[in-house]
Nanobody
Framework: QVQLIESGGGLVQAGGSLRLSCAASGLTFRTYPVGWFRQAPGKDREFVASINWSGSTTYYTDSVKGRFTISRDNAKNTVYLQMNSLKPEDTAVYYC???????????????WGQGTQVTVSS
């Protein structure tokens, strides 16, 4: 049974930082690309960042470039999202997802975590 468990969310003031973690089990994690997505109330789920199986290729949505960094530790079956200079518009539930190809499309994800809430106050 595949499980993705996100952690690290919380309440932070604008300009602050958080590091999200996504711990995977039940699959050969090191062979899969992983993405982070987010969903704000009343909005569609959107792409945030992705990383390929080795960590050598990363992509970001424009609004987080230069502020967020995605990384992975395959020995720990974990992917991270370091979020710096947080803004109120980053407030959302953040999800990690595993897919067979590195993709920005939520529909390409094969497995999802349960999500972790990030709230940025102004």
């Amino acid at each position: 049974q595949v499980q993705l468990i996100e952690s690290g969310g919380g309440l932070v003031q604008a300009g602050g930082s958080l590091r999200l973690s996504c711990a995977a089990s039940g699959l050969t994690f090191r062979t899969y690309p992983v993405g982070w997505f987010r969903q704000a109330p009343g909005k569609d789920r959107e792409f945030v960042a992705s990383i390929n199986w080795s960590g050598s290729t990363t992509y970001y949505t424009d609004s987080v470039k230069g502020r967020f960094t995605i990384s992975r530790d395959n020995a720990k079956n974990t992917v991270y999202l370091q979020m710096n200079s947080l803004k109120p518009e980053d407030t959302a539930v953040y999800y990690c997802a595993v897919s067979s190809v590195q993709s920005r499309r939520p529909g390409d994800a094969a497995y999802w975590g349960q999500g972790t809430q990030v709230t940025v106050s102004s």
